[in-house]
């Protein structure tokens, strides 16, 4: 099954510290995502990209929050300045295009805020 | 808008018992349905879809009917293993809206755990 690879598996960061979780997707898909998990409960969607741009994004996706595909490879997400409540699974996930809409989730970052 | 209804977990089971996971679902227009799994200290796999009614998704013993008339999806496994012990997560993908991007709604999980 297509992959996409995320970096770093596990994160430990202290409270109001910057975190960039990255993406780096096998195929050359053109939809990528950000998910996010707090630990027992549901998937969150946080943001869409495509074409180099954001697509769609949902209200927890706010000022603290980036995204960019700064080198056409690499997908990263940028917490600015990390918050307790920022703790959770990130999910990185991509969709091949119009052909399907089928995603396909990375392993994910755990995310620690201390 | 889009949401995802499971139901509650933990559900144990021993093992070749029959498994339902009940998922409902409220959508406009017409969404692909999918249910995920995710193993112990694992990310989320895609474990079967349905993109239209009465459509029937399957995989690895696994099968989920997409009923419009009911709204559901359904998870169903005649025999389940040790190994299916995991978190299922329903999930819908809204029809493409122009602006919008096929992002998921999740339901909240259910978790399975089998016995030997």
């Known amino acids: 099954e297509p992959e996409v690879t995320q970096t770093p598996s596990h994160q430990v960061t202290q409270m109001g510290q910057e975190v960039i979780l990255r993406c780096v997707p096998i195929s050359n898909h053109l939809y990528f995502y950000w998910y996010r998990q707090i630990l027992g409960q549901k998937v969150e969607f946080l943001v869409s990209?495509?074409?180099?741009?954001?697509?769609?994004k949902s209200e927890i996706f706010d000022d603290q929050f980036s995204v960019e595909r700064p080198d056409g490879s690499n997908f990263t997400l940028k917490i600015r300045s990390t918050k307790l409540e920022d703790s959770a699974m990130y999910f990185c996930a991509r969709r091949q295009g119009s052909s399907g809409n089928t995603i396909y989730f990375g392993e994910g970052s755990w995310l620690t805020v201390v | 808008g889009d949401s995802v209804t499971q139901m509650e977990g933990p559900v144990t089971l021993s093992e070749e018992a029959f498994l339902t996971i009940n998922c409902t679902y409220t959508?406009?227009?017409?969404?692909?349905l999918f249910w995920y799994v995710q193993y112990p200290g694992e990310g989320l796999q895609l474990l079967l879809k349905a993109t239209k009614a009465d459509d029937k998704g399957s995989n690895k013993g696994f099968e989920a009917t997409y009923r419009k008339e009911t709204t559901s999806f359904h998870l169903e496994k005649g025999s389940v293993q040790v190994s299916d012990s995991a978190v299922y997560f329903c999930a819908l993908s809204g029809s493409y809206s122009g602006a919008g991007s096929y992002q998921l709604t999740f339901g909240k999980g259910t978790k399975l755990s089998v016995i030997p």
């Open positions: 959508a406009t227009g017409y969404p692909s």
């Open positions: 990209f495509y074409n180099n741009e954001i697509s769609e």
